[in-house]
């Protein structure tokens, strides 16, 4: 690694990142560059100020701008006695870009100036596996949405993390906007092992929350206008190689644009109004503020792909070798696509219907979108729609505004450089609407509407797109918080979570090859038995889809990668390395998750419920106790109304069926609850609201069976509604609950009779390993779930014939 002497510039409390920008006042930089033009100096964060201890390792940073700090009263006293070049020119404003991290070897005092001698020192790996990368952007977008800021600050971060393709570069960039402590942030600069310091980073970006600081807001406008200065600087190739070196204005831009307009194919009217704009630029000196806005403005319109497609496929065959070689089983689904592919090949003008895939996370509503595109030959464009609440990032801000941009679409076009890519609007269920910041979800509706799309006018553009040419998708976890006119639009194409097998197929054909590959190491070296790969489905993961289990695929894959590099540094034989289930645990550490339903389900008044969630089938464990009491009814775990009055209706179908139990101790009467009794009635994972009437036949089997003393069964899971008179009422997603309890490995399913009929959607590798209990009345629910069937006939029950 190179050394070199450079000025140290000592800062407090601020860690300067490689990439990012920082705007310094130095005093007296003659001095500190001991009279060389200064282009490069060492920042050195304090460890402590008050002892002047310095961190061993900062960042070297180049100049890219400069300018003599000219104090007003110097001004006022000059102005009528000196030219103002004599002015004092010893303090200045610095605009610096990090450009290296560097280790202190030794370091002096030179006047009142430090100097270091330092090495520069690099990342021990650069490589890290596409789905880190994915996972950083995510959580910087995750951050950058929740944290509080301005919106044009806001809109740039997200806007460079979704562009920047080094992931050093983005992971320095995201690390620079945490508000972490010093000592954290300067962890992450002293990291040189890539994917640890990205895992960090991701870390710090999903756990930091941060506090509303309008000053700071402030403060950080103006590094944002810096920052924009500085690359301006940088892309006009004003200052060029080492920064520093000032140069000026040239024409060669205006005639460039001129003769791009000149063979821009778009239409007449739009035509003269960019022209009208370029020559407005003539007329500008690069000093007024209006001349960098109508510039990048012109470099935005001179980038859109006016007249460039990409030629389509239309190959059906193919356009299914491509689904299937993606993706394992979804083969509805696939028949879909391909359905639809076929219409739209042979009905080129085929407007209107959006398929939106529904469901929950990792089940590969992402991965089929970008395999239409691949089956189409089109380019492939992921609009992050969560968290969007602001109409201007549909539409574009009007060019008036400071920091002005075009919205996300005419952003998507210009990054896929053609006028028709697949643009997948990924969480279209989570647009927001705000009062102020108008309604983003009649913005879609508009760039979705064939009969509007065709003359779409951005904002920020002025001028019309034609976006009828692309094809659009969406994704969302649930359908009902779609905005309904959006719904309208779309046809939804429901995908459901994976059973245990489906993942094993799925982690078998595609994750562990693609983790293999992604971790630079041979399938030769590794071999996952079926074995492991359960492990890890069922003790590491409680997911609808498989994201996490690919996580974990992965670092097992990593944790062979060392060995094997080891391996070849000695020169010794690696012998082909067999995953199981003691090596899972080696790697990934003790299991997370552990089957203890049987355990909970082995006292009375617990029984087991099914629950649908976005994010998948579950099972919801519904506890009850007892005590000696007035009649007093607790119930916890954030339920909801519709919750609560099951409770109630299950208590009053008790108490009308088991008068001895409701009547047990008649000193004290109770209106809600049993005589003589206080009750809770507890639903586990209290964190996470829950509601819904579909829990009725499991909150009365479990309150019978507290009262009883029999045990429920614990292979049997229950999903219905109960009404007053004991009659068991239809739910809904069955599929997905009886996917969620196939999981937890319940054995038993009862369900209302009148959901029969949904039980034909359930995979037929699920239903072979289920037992179906179609039931129209409780009683039936109790015979067939309770431990002890004998108990009903002692608790005076009506026996209706079943
Ligand atoms: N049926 C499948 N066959 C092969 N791989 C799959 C399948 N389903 C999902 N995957 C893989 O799982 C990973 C996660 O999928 P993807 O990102 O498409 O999920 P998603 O449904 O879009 O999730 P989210 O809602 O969080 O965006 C990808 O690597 C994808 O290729």
């Given at each position: 690694?190179?050394?070199?002497?450079?000025?140290?510039?000592?800062?407090?409390?601020?860690?300067?990142?490689?990439?990012?920008?920082?705007?310094?006042?130095?005093?007296?930089?003659?001095?500190?560059?001991?009279?060389?033009?200064?282009?490069?100096?060492?920042?050195?964060?304090?460890?402590?100020?008050?002892?002047?201890?310095?961190?061993?390792?900062?960042?070297?940073?180049?100049?890219?701008?400069?300018?003599?700090?000219?104090?007003?009263?110097?001004?006022?006293?000059?102005?009528?006695?000196?030219?103002?070049?004599?002015?004092?020119?010893?303090?200045?404003?610095?605009?610096?870009?990090?450009?290296?991290?560097?280790?202190?070897?030794?370091?002096?005092?030179?006047?009142?100036?430090?100097?270091?001698?330092?090495?520069?020192?690099?990342?021990?790996?650069?490589?890290?596996?596409?789905?880190?990368?994915?996972?950083?952007?995510?959580?910087?977008?995750?951050?950058?949405?929740?944290?509080?800021?301005?919106?044009?600050?806001?809109?740039?971060?997200?806007?460079?993390?979704?562009?920047?393709?080094d992931i050093t570069n983005l992971g320095f960039y995201i690390a620079s906007f945490l508000e972490i402590s010093t000592p954290e942030k300067q962890a992450l600069l002293e990291n040189f092992n890539l994917e640890s310091r990205t895992n960090q980073i991701i870390a710090h970006a999903l756990n930091t929350t941060e506090e509303d600081q309008i000053s700071e807001e402030i403060s950080k406008k103006v590094q944002k206008n810096l920052q924009e200065q500085?690359?301006?600087?940088?892309?006009?190739?004003?200052?060029?190689?080492?920064?520093?070196?000032?140069?000026?204005?040239?024409?060669?831009?205006?005639?460039?644009?001129?003769?791009?307009?000149?063979?821009?194919?778009?239409?007449?009217?739009?035509?003269?109004?960019?022209?009208?704009?370029?020559?407005?630029?003539?007329?500008?000196?690069?000093?007024?503020?209006?001349?960098?806005?109508?510039?990048?403005?012109?470099?935005?319109?001179?980038?859109?792909?006016?007249?460039?497609?990409?030629?389509?496929?239309?190959?059906?065959?193919?356009?299914?070798?491509?689904?299937?070689?993606?993706?394992?089983?979804?083969?509805?689904?696939?028949?879909?696509?391909?359905?639809?592919?076929?219409?739209?090949?042979?009905?080129?003008?085929?407007?209107?219907?959006?398929?939106?895939?529904?469901?929950?996370?990792?089940?590969?509503?992402?991965?089929?979108?970008?395999?239409?595109?691949?089956?189409?030959?089109?380019?492939?464009?992921?609009?992050?729609?969560?968290?969007?609440?602001?109409?201007?990032?549909?539409?574009?801000?009007?060019?008036?505004?400071?920091?002005?941009?075009?919205?996300?679409?005419?952003?998507?076009?210009?990054?896929?450089?053609?006028?028709?890519?697949?643009?997948?609007?990924?969480?279209?269920?989570?647009?927001?609407?705000?009062?102020?910041?108008?309604?983003?979800?009649?913005?879609?509706?508009?760039?979705?509407?064939?009969?509007?799309?065709?003359?779409?006018?951005?904002?920020?553009?002025?001028?019309?797109?034609?976006?009828?040419?692309?094809?659009?998708?969406?994704?969302?976890?649930?359908?009902?918080?779609?905005?309904?006119?959006?719904?309208?639009?779309?046809?939804?194409?429901?995908?459901?979570?994976?059973?245990?097998?489906?993942?094993?197929?799925?982690?078998?054909?595609?994750?562990?090859?693609?983790?293999?590959?992604?971790?630079?190491?041979?399938?030769?070296?590794?071999?996952?038995?079926?074995?492991?790969?359960?492990?890890?489905?069922?003790?590491?993961?409680?997911?609808?889809?498989?994201?996490?289990?690919?996580?974990?695929?992965?670092?097992?894959?990593?944790?062979?990668?060392?060995?094997?590099?080891?391996?070849?540094?000695?020169?010794?034989?690696?012998?082909?390395?067999?995953?199981?289930?003691?090596?899972?645990?080696?790697?990934?550490?003790?299991?997370?998750?552990?089957?203890?339903?049987?355990?909970?389900?082995?006292?009375?008044?617990?029984?087991?419920?099914?629950?649908?969630?976005?994010?998948?089938?579950?099972?919801?464990?519904?506890?009850?106790?007892?005590?000696?009491?007035?009649?007093?009814?607790?119930?916890?775990?954030?339920?909801?109304?519709?919750?609560?009055?099951?409770?109630?209706?299950?208590?009053?179908?008790?108490?009308?069926?088991?008068?001895?139990?409701?009547?047990?101790?008649?000193?004290?009467?109770?209106?809600?609850?049993?005589?003589?009794?206080?009750?809770?009635?507890?639903?586990?994972?209290?964190?996470?609201?829950?509601?819904?009437?579909?829990?009725?036949?499991?909150?009365?089997?479990?309150?019978?069976?507290?009262?009883?003393?029999?045990?429920?069964?614990?292979?049997?899971?229950?999903?219905?509604?109960?009404?007053?008179?004991?009659?068991v009422l239809p739910i809904g997603g069955l599929k997905e609950k009886v996917l969620g309890a196939h999981r937890m490995g319940v054995k038993r399913i009862i369900l209302p009779e009148r959901n029969k009929k949904d039980i034909k959607d359930i995979p037929d590798y699920v239903k072979k390993d289920l037992e179906f209990i179609c039931v129209r009345k409780i009683e039936e629910v109790l015979r067939e779930a309770l431990e002890d069937k004998s108990i009903?006939?002692?608790?005076?029950?009506?026996?209706?014939?079943?």
């Open positions: 690694m190179s050394k070199t002497r450079v000025p140290i510039l000592p800062i407090g409390h601020r860690v300067i990142f490689p990439g990012t920008t920082v705007r310094i006042t130095i005093s007296n930089i003659s001095e500190f560059s001991r009279g060389k033009k200064l282009t490069m100096f060492g920042i050195l964060p304090f460890k402590d100020p008050d002892r002047k201890q310095f961190y061993n390792y900062g960042t070297l940073v180049g100049i890219v701008h400069e300018q003599p700090v000219i104090r007003r009263e110097s001004l006022i006293t000059n102005f009528f006695n000196t030219p103002v070049s004599s002015f004092s020119r010893n303090d200045s404003n610095i605009i610096a870009i990090g450009v290296e991290r560097f280790k202190l070897l030794s370091i002096s005092e030179e006047g009142k100036n430090l100097w270091g001698s330092i090495q520069i020192e690099k990342d021990t790996n650069t490589k890290v596996s596409d789905t880190l990368i994915e996972d950083l952007r995510k959580s910087g977008v995750h951050y950058v949405q929740r944290a509080r800021m301005a919106e044009a600050i806001s809109r740039e971060r997200l806007q460079r993390i979704q562009e920047e393709k500085s690359k301006r600087i940088k892309s006009d190739g004003v200052i060029s190689g080492i920064p520093g070196m000032s140069g000026g204005e040239s024409d060669d831009f205006i005639t460039k644009i001129q003769q791009k307009l000149d063979t821009l194919q778009m239409p007449e009217n739009s035509k003269k109004y960019v022209q009208g704009e370029l020559d407005r630029l003539r007329t500008l000196r690069s000093v007024n503020p209006e001349y960098n806005m109508i510039r990048t403005y012109l470099e935005t319109v001179c980038a859109l792909p006016w007249n460039t497609s990409s030629q389509d496929k239309n190959d059906i065959d193919q356009a299914q070798v491509q689904l299937d070689n993606d993706h394992f089983g979804l083969e509805k689904i696939k028949k879909r696509i391909i359905e639809y592919l076929a219409v739209r090949g042979l009905k080129k003008d085929m407007k209107g219907s959006i398929l939106c895939f529904t469901g929950p996370p990792g089940v590969g509503k992402t991965s089929l979108g970008k395999s239409i595109a691949d089956a189409m030959g089109r380019k492939f464009h992921r609009i992050a729609l969560g968290g969007v609440r602001d109409e201007a990032e549909i539409r574009g801000h009007r060019r008036t505004y400071i920091g002005s941009m075009p919205g996300v679409f005419i952003h998507a076009l210009k990054s896929c450089g053609t006028n028709n890519p697949v643009i997948l609007l990924d969480e279209i269920d989570k647009v927001g609407k705000d009062m102020i910041r108008g309604d983003p979800a009649s913005a879609l509706l508009e760039v979705l509407d064939p009969a509007q799309n065709h003359t779409f006018t951005d904002h920020y553009m002025s001028v019309p797109f034609d976006l009828s040419n692309v094809l659009f998708l969406a994704t969302s976890n649930r359908i009902e918080t779609i905005p309904a006119p959006l719904r309208d639009r779309m046809e939804v194409i429901e995908l459901t979570g994976y059973s245990t097998y489906e993942k094993l197929q799925i982690a078998k054909r595609f994750l562990v090859p693609k983790q293999v590959s992604e971790n630079g190491i041979k399938l030769e070296i590794i071999e996952f038995t079926d074995d492991s790969l359960n492990k890890i489905i069922l003790e590491y993961t409680r997911e609808a889809g498989v994201r996490q289990l690919e996580r974990n695929i992965g670092s097992i894959c990593r944790g062979i990668a060392v060995e094997y590099s080891k391996a070849l540094k000695n020169g010794s034989n690696f012998p082909q390395k067999i995953i199981t289930n003691a090596v899972v645990e080696e790697i990934l550490g003790i299991p997370i998750f552990e089957n203890d339903i049987e355990e909970r389900l082995s006292t009375p008044g617990v029984a087991l419920g099914l629950a649908w969630t976005p994010y998948g089938g579950k099972v919801l464990i519904v506890e009850t106790s007892k005590s000696q009491g007035s009649g007093k009814l607790r119930i916890t775990g954030q339920l909801g109304d519709v919750m609560k009055e099951s409770v109630l209706t299950a208590i009053s179908w008790i108490k009308s069926k088991f008068p001895s139990i409701a009547n047990a101790n008649s000193s004290s009467r109770s209106d809600e609850g049993f005589d003589g009794l206080d009750i809770h009635i507890h639903f586990p994972a209290a964190a996470v609201p829950k509601d819904g009437p579909s829990a009725g036949i499991t909150i009365t089997t479990a309150l019978v069976s507290l009262l009883s003393g029999v045990k429920v069964r614990s292979d049997t899971g229950m999903t219905g509604e109960i009404s007053l008179k004991g009659n009903l006939g002692k608790m005076e029950i009506d026996n209706p014939k079943l």
